[in-house]
């Protein structure tokens, strides 16, 4: 059996298994995003180390620009996360709601909760300064790194 599939099963076992076991596991969901969630912004910097790429804002509009959009990120994240949690279900995949959520933000997009989280990591990049942190890390970085990047590194080499 592929590992692919060994997680399939896994995942399968522990959503469909008993309530005391997706209790226990969904602590362990949350971990394992975070630090996906973390590496996401440390290869986001790692990036802009390597290949040195410009801001994306000028230094006076990047804290009026974050605010706002981090605030956003944490409304729908939470906006989302509500409407999972009234099913009694939560976001996390070893604990997923009894039923399909099609009210609040679900309306709209299959995956709010996502929007929400890389408008967060958007907005949380915009302070940093230029001296070797990144300032968007998100995958919305990735386009200038696409654009920017090949210039970047053939200046270099």
């Known amino acids: 059996m592929e590992v692919r599939e060994s997680w399939i099963n896994l995942l399968y076992k522990a959503a469909t298994g008993t309530k005391k076991t997706r209790t226990l596991l969904t602590p362990v969901g949350l971990l394992i995003f975070g630090v996906f969630s973390s590496l996401f912004v440390l290869l986001a910097i790692l990036v802009d180390r390597l290949l040195g790429l410009p801001g994306l804002l000028p230094e006076i509009v990047r804290l009026p620009f974050s605010v706002p959009v981090v605030a956003l990120g944490i409304i729908v994240t939470g906006w989302s996360?509500?409407?999972f949690l009234k099913v009694k279900g939560t976001p996390v995949p070893f604990n997923p709601p009894p039923k399909l959520v099609n009210t609040g933000p679900y309306r709209y997009a299959r995956n709010p909760m996502l929007t929400g989280v890389f408008l967060f990591l958007?907005?949380?990049g915009g302070p940093s300064q230029k001296s070797g942190h990144t300032?968007?890390?998100s995958c919305m970085r990735l386009q200038e790194v696409f654009h920017h990047?090949?210039?970047?590194y053939r200046q270099r080499i």
């Open 135 to 137: 300032e968007q890390p």
């Open 81 to 83: 996360a509500i409407h």
């Open 149 to 152: 990047g090949k210039k970047t």
């Open 122 to 124: 958007f907005g949380v």
